[in-house]
């Protein structure tokens, strides 16, 4: 993805790094961070710029992608999920604040934080008192049970994580409320309701992630009388501060406010401006023009400015007092699908690592502003991460064409092949880097046919296996990030055979290790993250000794936001500028 979440610890890391992170055509140095509080480079990675309690406006937000859904059950990319913080709250949310503390989870919906019992297989909360759904219907220890058991239906609403399915159908195999036979379609046995404030989530093991699962918006709750299934990501119903007016697909959104909701149950969200809208658009060099003119205020899909907008501001002191340049916690990468013939053969994925070029594949991203080269598949600050864990060598930067030619022999085609790359067309660096492993594969005698597809069509065009292999899609280009801040959050839908899915999958290279999955079992019951984390370490290794993904860099994103903007800040468990504080400056 697209999504997904990066954590404290990546962005702390990412914190530190952007500072001695020069940009490019600057010294980088003379003003970041500097004024904490007012505009400076880097200074939203640091800390708040320009804070702010002043009310009304219209925040424009505009992106060349769509968003994937608004339904919270089914969104899966990151910006989308930043979005959502306006319109969606669950029982748990990361804090609103810079640094360390935006990685805490806090109650949101919830009383306070969980209460464990049955050694930590038992969680239970209460539900504050005067929570309202956007109607003015309070909301009830039901409508999050029915909202958690619509993540169940993939056959309807397929697309976002699926953690929560693994976690507590418990064998029972449960369809979702859709073809839940319970009267109530309350049929979800592990998930309890005692009374309308409180909620009992019983595990059958103790699993020390399972906060952060409540966390993401597919835990968010949903009245049952106004779900209407697969077309409710068109109206989903608002608990935040900012309602859904309009959307229309591959156009946009309006968000206005919700009268329902009580700034006094809220200590996460400001709902600052009166309004606030979203535009997708076909040209992002011309939302880069806008952007800089100040007819609009973010550029809110995080992946950061094209190459003329960043120039332009690199040049530029003033400009660049409103821009940063953050890890975003992302992993860059080309995947190659093992479905998908000749990439069944270990060998045949070792000639396509060798034989590409990772400076041209940083230069084809934006350069060092981009990100640092890509070693593995698990980024810093990710417990169990090892930055410079290297084993095929392309932190070196260069093609190892001597070697690829060898795993082409090795693989029985010492020829070459052919192969198609499938790339979203709206990503211009995604389509730049495809290009850059076409001509380095052509050296040798590896043909390739790059695919551009619509981007928002992601879910059904490369996340199905079976249209994967229809089109013969032997490389994926796709980006990641953690959906929470440990190594299953990063790694496990990618990699675990479990998370396979018919639709949406993230798991392009379609590895189903049994030694894999049960590595990240055994990681689950570790008592804490720091014991979890050597887990992580090893199935990083597994993955990467198989050749089943060619990293491209650890990503960063040169951002620019209007210096109208109040309350700016990169949120830590999203990498991203936080909308819910986000304001307007009173004239």
């Known amino acids: 993805m697209i999504r997904r979440k990066q954590a404290f610890a990546i962005t702390a890391v990412i914190a530190a790094l952007s500072l001695t992170a020069a940009c490019g055509g600057s010294d980088g140095k003379k003003d970041e961070g500097k004024g904490a509080g007012g505009a400076a480079f880097n200074a939203a990675t640091t800390g708040m710029v ?137 049929g979800l046995k592990s998930v309890e309701t005692p009374d309308e404030k409180t909620i009992v989530f019983n595990l059958a093991s103790a699993n020390s992630d399972f906060s952060y699962l409540l966390a993401m918006p597919s835990s968010s709750p949903v009245p049952a009388a ?45 709902g600052l401006p009166d309004k606030v809208s979203f535009t997708v658009t076909t040209n992002p060099d011309d939302m880069d ?31 660049k007092k409103n821009a940063d340049n953050p890890f975003t916690g992302y992993i860059r990468y080309f995947a190659f699908p093992t479905t998908v013939a000749p990439f069944d053969n270990v060998e045949c994925r070792k000639a396509v690592i060798y034989a590409a070029d990772p400076k041209s594949l940083q230069t084809a991203r934006g350069g060092p502003t981009s990100g640092d080269l890509g070693a593995n598949m698990l980024p810093p600050g990710i417990p169990g991460s090892d930055k410079s864990y290297d084993p095929w060598n392309l932190t070196k930067g260069e093609p190892q064409e001597a070697k690829a030619k060898e795993a082409l022999k090795a693989c029985g085609k010492p020829d070459g092949f052919e192969t198609t790359i499938a790339v979203r067309n709206n990503r211009a660096p995604e389509v730049k880097t495809a290009e850059s492993l076409q001509a380095s594969l052509a050296k040798v005698g590896i043909k390739v046919t790059i695919d551009q597809y619509d981007g928002k069509l992601s879910s059904s065009v490369i996340g199905s296996p079976e249209n994967v292999k229809k ?7 796709m980006g990641w990030g953690a959906d929470y801040n440990s190594g299953s959050g990063f790694l496990q ?10 639709n949406g999958n993230n798991n392009y290279t379609e590895i189903n290790d049994p030694e894999i999955n049960e590595l990240f079992k055994t990681a689950a019951a570790a008592a ?24 491209i860099n650890f990503d960063k994103a040169f951002v620019y936001h209007n210096p109208r903007l109040t309350n700016v800040y990169f949120n830590d468990s999203m990498g991203k500028i936080d909308l819910a504080t986000v304001g307007i400056a009173a004239k």
């Open 471 to 477: 089109k013969g899609y032997g490389i994926i280009v």
């Open 289 to 319: 023009a806008r952007l800089l003119s100040g007819d609009i205020d973010l550029a809110i899909d995080g992946t950061g400015m094209q190459q003329a907008g960043k120039n332009k501001v690199l040049k530029d002191e003033n400009l």
């Open 528 to 551: 804490t993250p720091e014991a979890a984390a050597p887990f992580y370490t090893d199935i990083n290794k597994k993955v990467m000794e198989k050749a089943l993904y060619l990293p």
């Open 50 to 186: 320009n804070p702010s309690d002043a009310k009304g406006g219209e925040l424009k937000l505009w992106s060349p992608q769509d968003v994937d859904y608004l339904d919270p059950a089914r969104a899966y990319y990151g910006f989308v999920w930043d979005i959502q913080r306006l319109y969606v709250r669950q029982l748990l949310a990361y804090d609103s604040k810079p640094g360390k503390d935006g990685s805490k989870l806090v109650p949101d919906l919830a009383e306070g934080l969980p209460v464990l019992s049955n050694e930590g297989k038992t969680y239970t909360l209460k539900i504050k008192d005067g929570v309202k759904f956007e109607d003015g219907t309070p909301i009830t220890s039901k409508d999050f049970k029915y909202g958690i058991e619509r993540v169940f239906a993939q056959d309807v609403l397929s697309g976002g994580p699926t953690y929560l399915i693994d976690l507590l159908d418990q064998g029972q195999k449960y369809p979702g409320p859709y073809k839940d036979t319970d009267a109530n379609k309350m």
């Open 493 to 502: 839908p990618l990699v675990d055979g479990k998370f396979i899915q018919p």
């Open 226 to 270: 106004k779900d209407t299934g697969a077309t409710y990501t068109n109206k989903p119903v608002s608990t935040g501060p900012y309602k859904v007016e309009s959307f229309t697909a591959s156009k946009g959104a309006t968000f206005v406010r919700n009268e329902n909701w009580d700034p006094k149950t809220d200590t996460i969200r400001k």
